[in-house]
């Protein structure tokens, strides 16, 4: 109903006020550059209206407009120019050649530079759109393909899901490789995400530690800088975003519709394979429910799984006011999210609002500037992810395939007793569940969050070459969490199952900045900077478990069985102090410098401090060196920086914990007594040009870095008393380029063609891991064991494999099917790309604008664990070879392997269960190709011209037809590889259990007043 | 006029205010100092080793949770532990879950891992912790305590796997050694020795937390000299002299655990569960059909406590409704539920919301000590009896704590010639033809009464039953239907765990000094371990 209301509103405001069309006269003119030569193919739109021509081949051009307008004369690499029309008819304009030399981009600490300056790798994102598909609500989702070296994957769950961002690789073998996000100057403690993309100004992101050596440890892994909106000065303006759209999934696993339930050819309506009769006749029905009895056609249901699923729908309504004078603005925006996942009950609600209020006082002389950002969200039956019970994907990939969806739905009836049941096909099955049951009686979730973001900052011009800033900002979060279950949800507890979290968490950063810049003479400039920085970080939580419920489905503490409770806390504090300076020669020639030192509680107290340090030079070669006249602008850049990192609180002693029932458990890891603060050494050359009277812009950069001395848990014998122990050791090695290309392709008339072409490409090598240490495994999953290994790659995955011969053939068992290894000690791949890449497309003519992005991802594994599942379930459309008579490995299946002896044929559900299934599945069975490519976002949008607004209340309105993910122009595995299950460092590379990739298409409105 | 006051105004308040902001930016530096920052990073809500050392009260919880572990603890370390590997393979249950391969004789690795883990992970640093706290802080009776904690967690492990690190365990090294069995079980004797002298002064430690015995001295030896009596037992083939020398010993120190009263356990409560009582509740064991053949066969009144009748009745005819599964089923039969057709655990053992008891997890009871005398006796230890009174007397408390049985009841059940039965209802003769009536003058069917009768006295402590029937073969269980280990036929029992991954990639130069020294060069599940000479 709701999406139905805003369609039409969305519809009825496009027809009535398109097309209003007024009495214009002509104007002529000429187009010429500084010299006077003429510039052909230049643009002229009257501001107004937003109509425009092309200058001819002599410059020439001829427009319609009214006295009173303004015409607008731009073209590419020359700084536009606007006019005024009066009663004149004629008007030659001289345009000015523009070196891009004045792109500026906001830095660290906020400090907005220009980009000529900089000695490192920046990349200032396209905005463009973000608030337009918003990414299934995901912020960080709608920068994926956009920025070189930046992976971003998607983590498996629903309307509330996360993603994994890492720039230039993974290095942090303890901690986390995420980057650091930094929203107008100051980090940010929790999930960026809840951030509105409405409130986003611009996006920049500074590619290594390099840039960020000033943010200190956090910043080891890159950093994000957000800048929000403020007021404009002028008058009272309202703009009105709203989104819908919808979301489907794409299904890829590739099911068998020819054999139901059953063990060994013979049907089992209790099995929870599909290994049983081909399908066809009548069979016993499954269900529990003592109403229903006799047989159900036993039949294919080649849809049983996406019958399950519900429309995603996404609407997001976006309001903001924004005024101002000289000295105030202020901007005030509401943003409204709503959800439905393709879970049923899956929901989510997010209510944003944030105000931001400038003003300048005393002569311009002081700044305040306070932001209140209020974040309020509720989200509903969130699926669990992975291999956990109430995870309805794992119910649901793992339907028998004779199951009918209107049997399955049936997910509860009333026993003999008078109390509901589970009509599941396997009753009281460990860790077994009816999907239907799971998302309406199991995973049964409500998350409330507010969230606070506060920030204040004063500026204060001393003098002209001195100011001072002083500034906190907070970022406040309250969280709690219930569960509940319903009775004869199998294992989880007697009657019922009832558990809460509670959880607060605070970052609160206070800093000062006191900058002095100063020209020394025309061609020196100077500027030296010193701040310092105070940060607090603490959570609290609680958390209890009902252990059963006394009376049946009574969700409340007070009916628990055994009462349980939990609590946690942490609590950290760094101080910092940092300077900075700067000098420029000749506006071509520059010198970074930043010093940091820190000051950590987490470390020991006569060793907390830890430094940072960076230097950089930047060179416009094109100021001092005449190039080729098409090269408009050249400049190199070079940095080295020193990033350190500190570890967690309490690590420092080996401490007992408190137990339920009177226990006190000893801590399993040993202390870090001796820490020495982790540093990462980073290097990075680059340039950026910019060609063909400015129509070619490519910035280039080669990278290096060394994550060394890291603290990360060694395992170490068990038996010697400790699990792990801490380490500071490793050096992870990380080089690569990236490449961003931008090209005004072609500007012919009303249309204009921009392309903007990323590529990344990292390697990294595990350089040394500690004494006497060639192979350190960081963790395991049922498939995978992640080993670094002296001399390797990061990201190799080891998993069982087949036994193999000196001819690399596969040595056979008797029974037909591969020898396996005993442990996972076969290298399957790795599941980091070979390269990435985004292409951009921008078309626009007249009113429309087109712009997709194509998203590569060339190379690396991936292993989905959920196939390992299916194929000894007898699900996946491979395992239905061979079901009479048997199947002969190497010919029938795997007919890449050549076995070393004559194979046995062997039945198909043992040689399925020899390979797939949870306690051994043997990966190298399992891992495919991660490449793909596809097509990430699609947006095409139609604003309507200024004359034809001119009597409606609208400044602007602007109609655009979304969509993301709408399909993959090739993907060699059967799974989408960019689906992770978390946001860990083993959590690449590997599918299990995961919601579906979602396409997602729909409409955006966004009205100006 | 006004003009001038306004910029006058103004350039006091640009002073004030660059003051404030001066000033502002130097109290931070100032407040951001770091003294507090000790403070900050100790976590109140856990306890420092010095906090432990200065509580006895602590260190009696420390204590709880060092006991509580040593058995497994929670279920699902239990369920890796013992109920997927020597509840199988003493006989007590087969599985009803298809991908429980172990009931095939595979043992699978990430469990056994888990049970290593469990162990060396979990309890053995736990155990190291109270015993060091006790010593230091002169606390003889605690530390005594914790030795024999310390002798019954490692006597488990060892009968496990055989060589296991043990004298060097928390060196906090890279590499921790091997010991060999031989060895440890040495060591063991001395630590009995160490523990029993320490507590001959009587008195009490962890009163407040001690599971077992409320912290009584006089009780914890009893536990020390029983467990030496076990101990010496299990070495008998292998060293007898020695097993001779600690037998008699533990039977001369005139207090060993003879009275059910006595019984050690470790209680439970409703967090820290006896395992059994969760998973049971997710219906993947049944009875085996060596347990229905013997108990069935013996007309033994223990059956109805142990076990409860199928669901579904009498399914093989012979008018009794307790039904086994023969063990080692193969997965495409158990794609088919064999949970209705075969009996469960007795609701004793079960889920507390079904009427379950949590009981207490048995280290030791009165019944297995008379059992050991019998064998001692059977050996010609001097141990103050015959076989046959120690047999009976066995049989007799067992009957008792287990059914309340009187004492004619008991003594028809031992006098009578009743012999293993068919567990499928006559296709299938019973497992064995012993009868209950004790005949000492067949010193091996002697052997094999006073074992079938200990393995149904120690029910359901797997662990134990599984070590005794890998050292004396008994009780005779059924072929398994089918065996995915090649060195371990159907009609057999593996002889232990081999070694565990974590060690291989932790520990490597140490496990494979164990396999190639202590083990004799082969890691397998048939590698008889050191006592296993019979």
Redesign the interface.
């Known amino acids: 109903m709701k999406q139905q209301t805003i369609l039409s509103v969305f519809l009825s405001t496009f027809f009535l006020f398109g097309g209003v069309i007024f009495a214009q006269k002509t104007l002529n003119g000429n187009i010429t550059d500084e010299t006077g030569g003429s510039i052909p193919g230049a643009t002229v739109i009257v501001v107004e209206t937003n109509l425009g021509v092309i200058s001819d081949f002599d410059g020439n051009y001829s427009i319609s407009a009214e006295e009173g307008q303004s015409i607008q004369i731009s073209y590419v690499g020359y700084s536009s120019q606007q006019i005024l029309v009066g009663a004149s008819s004629t008007y030659d304009v001289s345009l000015q050649s523009d070196n891009t030399l004045d792109e500026v981009i906001v830095t660290s600490l906020g400090i907005v530079r220009q980009k000529r300056e900089l000695t490192y790798a920046t990349q200032s994102v396209d905005t463009e759109g973000i608030d337009e598909s918003r990414a299934n609500g995901n912020l960080m989702n709608s920068l994926q393909g956009k920025v070189a070296g930046l992976s971003i994957q998607t983590t498996s769950g629903g309307v509330a899901s996360g993603s994994k961002v890492v720039l230039r690789g993974n290095r942090s073998i303890a901690g986390s490789s995420q980057p650091l996000y930094i929203v107008d100057g100051v980090p940010l403690g929790g999930d960026i995400n809840d951030l509105s993309p409405d409130d986003i100004e611009s996006i920049s992101v500074l590619r290594g530690s390099n840039a960020a050596a000033l943010y200190g440890a956090r910043a080891n892994n890159g950093a994000i800088i957000i800048t929000t909106k403020k007021g404009e000065e002028g008058s009272f303006k309202v703009n009105v975003n709203s989104t819908l759209t919808v979301d489907s999934p794409i299904i890829q696993f590739d099911y068998q519709n020819q054999y139901g339930q059953?063990?060994?050819g013979?049907y089992?309506s209790?099995?929870t394979?599909s290994?049983g009769p081909a399908l066809g006749g009548t069979q016993p029905h499954w269900s529990l429910d003592p109403n229903i009895t006799g047989n159900i056609p036993f039949v294919s249901n080649p849809d049983n799984i996406t019958d399950f699923f519900d429309t995603g729908i996404n609407i997001a309504n976006n309001i903001s006011v924004t005024s101002g004078s000289k000295n105030a603005t202020a901007y005030l925006s509401y943003t409204n999210d709503i959800r439905k996942g393709i879970i049923p009950g899956n929901e989510l609600q997010r209510h944003n609002i944030n105000l931001k209020i400038d003003n300048t006082m005393?002569?311009g002389?002081?700044k305040i500037s306070s932001r209140l950002n209020y974040i309020k969200s509720n989200i509903n039956n969130e699926p669990s992810q992975w291999e956990n019970f109430d995870n309805p994907y794992r119910h649901l990939y793992r339907l028998p395939r004779n199951i009918r969806t209107q049997d399955a739905s049936n997910f509860e009836y009333i026993d003999s007793s008078g109390n509901s049941k589970q009509n599941y096909w396997?009753p009281?099955?460990?860790g077994g569940q009816n999907p239907y049951w799971t998302i309406n009686r199991a995973n049964l979730s409500e998350t409330l969050t507010d969230r606070v973001l506060g920030h204040l900052s004063?500026t204060?011009n001393?003098s002209d070459n001195l100011n001072?800033l002083?500034r906190s900002a907070i970022d406040n979060s309250t969280n709690s969490f219930e569960k509940r279950w319903h009775n004869d949800t199998y294992?989880i507890a007697?009657?019922g199952q009832y558990a809460i979290d509670n959880n607060r968490s605070l970052e609160w950063n206070?800093d000062?900045l006191?900058a002095f810049k100063r020209d020394l003479n025309e061609n020196l400039s100077f500027n030296l900077n010193v701040g310092?920085n105070?940060r607090v970080n603490k959570s609290k939580g609680m958390s209890t478990n009902n252990?059963?419920l006394n009376a049946p489905n009574i969700f409340a503490v007070s009916n628990a069985?055994?009462l349980?409770a939990n609590?946690?806390?942490s609590?950290?504090?760094v101080?910092s102090?940092y300077g900075f300076g700067n000098i420029g020669f000749k506006n071509g020639l520059f010198l970074d410098l930043t010093y940091r030192s820190d000051?950590?509680?987490?470390l020991p107290?006569d060793n907390?401090r830890y430094d940072f340090y960076s230097t950089g030079l930047s060179a416009v070669v094109s100021e001092f060196v005449n190039f080729p006249s098409f090269v408009n602008f050249f400049k190199v850049r070079g940095s080295y920086a020193v990033v350190g990192n500190d570890t967690d609180?309490?690590s420092?002693?080996?401490?007992?914990?408190?137990?339920?029932?009177?226990?006190?458990?000893?801590?399993?890891t040993?202390p870090a007594t001796d820490l020495r603060a982790e540093k990462t050494t980073s290097f990075e050359l680059g340039f950026d040009t910019t060609l063909f009277n400015n129509r070619v812009n490519l910035d280039f950069t080669y990278y290096k870095s060394n994550s060394i001395d890291q603290l990360f848990r060694q395992?170490?014998?068990?038996?010697?008393?400790?699990?792990s122990?801490f380490i500071n050791g490793g050096d992870i090695q990380n080089n690569g380029i990236e490449a961003v290309v931008s090209v005004g392709l072609l500007t012919n008339g009303d249309f204009t063609w921009d392309l903007i072409l990323n590529y990344a490409a990292n390697k990294s090598e595990v350089i040394s891991l500690a004494d006497?240490l060639e192979?350190l495994?960081y963790g395991e999953d049922?498939v995978r064991n992640f080993q670094l290994n002296v001399g390797q790659p990061w990201g190799s995955m080891y998993s069982r494999g087949f036994e193999r011969d000196a001819q690399n053939r596969v040595l056979m068992n008797a029974n037909g099917t591969p020898t396996i290894t005993?442990?996972k000690t076969v290298n399957i791949g790795n599941f980091n790309p070979d390269w990435m890449g985004g292409i951009t497309n921008s078309f626009s003519y007249k009113n429309f604008n087109l712009r997709f992005l194509i998203d590569i991802r060339q190379g690396g594994s991936v292993v989905s664990f959920t196939k390992t599942i299916l194929a000894s379930d007898g699900l996946l459309a491979e395992t239905a070879i061979g079901r009479s008579g048997g199947l002969i490995f190497g010919t029938d299946v795997y007919q890449k392997e050549t076995p070393a002896s004559t194979p046995a044929s062997v039945d198909p559900?043992t040689f399925w269960?020899s390979i797939g299934?949870?306690?051994?599945p043997v990966g190298e069975a399992f891992v495919e190709d991660a490449s793909n490519i596809r097509l990430r976002e699609l947006s095409l949008s139609y604003a309507l011209s200024q004359a034809s607004l001119t009597n409606s209340p609208f400044n602007s309105v602007k109609l655009s037809l979304v969509g993301r993910n709408l399909f993959f122009f090739s993907n060699e595995a059967s799974i989408d590889p960019e689906v992770t299950f978390g946001t860990g460092i083993t959590a690449d590379g590997y599918e299990a259990f995961s919601a579906p990739t979602l396409r997602n298409i729909g409409l955006n409105l966004k009205l100006g007043f | 006029m006004i003009k001038t006051i306004n910029s006058i105004k103004?350039n006091k308040?640009?002073k004030i205010?660059?003051k404030i902001?001066?000033i502002?930016?130097f109290i931070?530096?100032a407040?951001?100092?770091?003294e507090?920052?000790?403070e900050?990073?100790?976590?109140?809500?856990?306890?420092?080793?010095d906090k432990?050392a200065d509580s006895p009260v602590?260190q009696g919880?420390?204590f709880?949770?060092a006991q509580?572990?040593s058995m497994t603890g929670l279920h699902w370390r239990f369920q890796i532990s013992q109920s997927l590997f020597s509840d199988l393979w003493s006989g007590y249950y087969a599985t009803t879950?298809a991908?429980f391969?172990s009931d095939r004789f595979t043992q699978?690795?990430?469990w056994s891992d888990l049970a290593?883990?469990s162990f060396?992970?979990?309890a053995?640093?736990?155990i190291?912790?109270v015993e060091d706290l006790a010593r230091e802080s002169g606390n003889t009776v605690g530390e005594a305590m914790a030795k024999i904690v310390k002798v019954n967690g490692y006597h488990r492990m060892t009968d496990y796997w055989g060589p296991?690190?043990f004298s060097?365990?928390?060196?906090?090294?890279?590499?921790?050694p091997y010991d060999s069995q031989q060895d440890i079980y040495s060591n063991f004797f001395t630590i009995l020795d160490e523990a029993s002298s320490a507590l001959s002064a009587g008195g009490s430690s962890y009163a407040g937390?001690d599971r077992t015995y409320g912290g009584d001295a006089a009780k914890w030896k009893k536990l020390s000299e029983s467990l030496r009596l076990r101990l010496a037992m299990r070495v008998r083939f292998a060293d007898p002299a020695l097993s001779r020398t600690q037998a008699e010993k533990a039977f001369s120190s005139g207090v060993l655990i003879t009275d059910p009263a006595d019984n050690a356990t470790v209680s439970t409560?409703?967090?820290?569960r006896n395992p059994l009582e969760t998973i049971t509740?997710?219906?993947?064991f049944r009875m085996s059909a060596t347990m229905e053949s013997i108990l069935k066969g013996f007309g033994d009144p223990r059956m109805e406590v142990y076990f409860d009748p199928a669901a579904s009745g009498d399914s093989d005819g012979d008018g009794i409704p307790y039904e086994g599964l023969q063990n080692g089923q193969t997965?495409?039969a158990l794609?088919?539920?064999k949970?209705d057709g075969h009996s469960d655990l007795n609701v004793f053992y079960r889920?507390?919301?079904l009427g379950g008891a949590n009981p207490a997890i048995d280290i030791m009871r009165a019944s297995e000590v008379h059992f050991l005398l019998a064998e001692a006796a059977l050996a010609g230890f001097s141990v103050g009896g015959s076989a046959k009174d120690y047999y009976e007397s066995g049989i007799s408390v067992s009957m008792m704590e287990r059914t309340g049985a009187d004492a004619a009841a008991i003594a028809a059940y031992t006098n009578s010639v009743n012999t293993p039965a068919s567990f499928d209802g006559g296709t299938t003769p019973g497992v064995s033809s012993i009868p209950v009536k004790f005949n000492e003058s067949n010193t091996e069917s002697a052997l094999e009464q006073i074992i079938t009768q200990k393995w149904l006295a120690l029910f359901p402590n797997g662990w134990e039953a599984w070590a005794e029937a890998r050292r004396t073969g008994y009780p005779k269980q059924y072929a398994r239907v089918s065996s995915e280990n090649p060195d371990v036929p159907v009609d057999q029992i593996p002889s232990r765990m081999t070694y565990v991954?974590?060690?291989?990639?932790?520990?490597i130069e140490?496990v494979n000094a164990a396999i190639s020294g202590q083990l004799g060069g082969s890691d397998k599940n048939n590698t008889k371990l050191w006592w296993d000479k019979k």
């Open positions: 059953g063990s060994g013979i089992s209790f099995s394979d290994w005393l002569d002389k002081l396997k009281n099955d460990n004063l204060y001393i001072i002083v294992i007697d009657n206070t000062f006191l310092g105070n252990g059963g069985v055994n349980t609590q946690f806390i609590e950290r504090e101080n102090l000051w950590s509680s987490t107290s907390n609180p309490y420092l002693e080996r401490l007992a914990q408190l137990q339920p029932g009177g226990f006190i458990a000893l801590q399993t040993a395992s170490v014998p068990q038996a010697s008393g400790v699990t122990k006497g192979t495994s049922y005993a442990g559900e269960a299934g949870r306690n051994a | 103004l308040m640009k205010i660059s902001l001066i502002s930016a931070f530096i407040v951001g100092c770091t507090d920052f000790e900050i990073n100790t976590n109140p809500l856990s306890l420092s080793t432990l602590l919880q420390a709880a949770q509580y572990t879950a991908g391969d699978v690795g990430g290593w883990g060396y992970g979990i053995a640093p736990q190291k912790l296991i690190p060097a365990f928390g060196n906090e090294e890279l590499s921790v937390s409560d409703g967090t820290n509740n997710w219906g993947e997965k495409v794609g088919t539920s949970n889920n507390m919301s991954a974590s060690e291989f990639t932790t520990n140490a």
